[in-house]
T-cell receptor, first 113, second 112 residues
Framework: EADIYQTPRYLVIGTGKKITLECSQT?????MYWYQQDPGMELHLIHY???????EKGDLSSESTVSRIRTEHFPLTLESARPSHTSQYLC????????????FGPGTRLTVL | GDSVTQMEGPVTLSEEAFLTINCTYT??????LFWYVQYPGEGLQLLLK?????DKGSNKGFEATYRKETTSFHLEKGSVQVSDSAVYFC???????????FGAGTTVTVRA
């Protein structure tokens, strides 16, 4: 069983609030990822990291930011939430090889009113 | 760039029916191929994978064979159950940066 955790699972907030979505893994993986999943279920990579102090933007432009100060922790922050940020956010991690499985957290469902 | 094209859903089946979800890919070289499954309210989990041509991945009665000549990785199960109702994603790992490219997902509903 994968040991990757996301909190909160559900979040409803008002426009303009600052939020941080937490993601932690206990597998010692260097690679971590954030995906945004739209209502049609399609997945879009918004951020990734290949190790401490390494962060890159993904294929889908996002107003969110990430940090990677510790191997196990990869939080995502929205400085000022808007209704367009309403979505499901999935965090994942993987080992170093191309054939390695990505392990996913349970997701955070964010609703911005 | 690398990409995955997956059969559109939704797919609705009766219990014990045969399921196939088509997946084709475009990539340079020899990517690894994956099928992930997402049950309602959960994150994705690996269903099966194959890392080289002609490899067959299998798990929980599902199978998929890495076909380089047709650039395909179709998912099959001979007899589905209600518990197989989920969204299924085909994916490949990019050779340059190891990121996963996902298909759009296929929603499968199995009725009793």
């Amino acid at each position: 069983e994968a040991d990757i955790y996301q909190t909160p699972r559900y979040l409803v907030i008002g426009t303009g609030k600052k939020i941080t979505l937490e993601c932690s893994q206990t597998m010692g993986h260097d690679k971590m990822y954030w995906y945004q999943q739209d209502p049609g279920m399609e997945l879009h990579l918004i951020h990734y990291s290949y190790g401490v102090n390494s962060t890159e933007k993904g294929d889908l432009s996002s107003e969110s930011t990430v940090s990677r100060i510790r191997t196990e922790h990869f939080p995502l922050t929205l400085e000022s939430a808007r209704p367009s940020h309403t979505s499901q956010y999935l965090c994942a991690s993987s080992g170093p090889w191309i054939s390695d499985t990505q392990y996913f957290g349970p997701g955070t469902r964010l609703t911005v009113l | 760039g690398d990409s995955v094209t997956q059969m559109e859903g939704p797919v609705t089946l009766s219990e014990e029916a045969f399921l196939t979800i088509n997946c084709t890919y475009t990539a340079t070289g020899y990517p690894s191929l994956f099928w992930y499954v997402q049950y309602p309210g959960e994150g994705l989990q690996l269903l099966l994978k194959a890392t080289k041509a002609d490899d067959k991945g299998s798990n929980k009665g599902f199978e998929a064979t890495y076909r380089k000549e047709t650039t395909s990785f179709h998912l099959e199960k001979g007899s589905v159950q209600v518990s197989d109702s989920a969204v299924y994603f085909c994916a490949l790992s990019d050779l340059d940066d190891y990121k996963l490219s996902f298909g759009a997902g296929t929603t499968v509903t199995v009725r009793a």
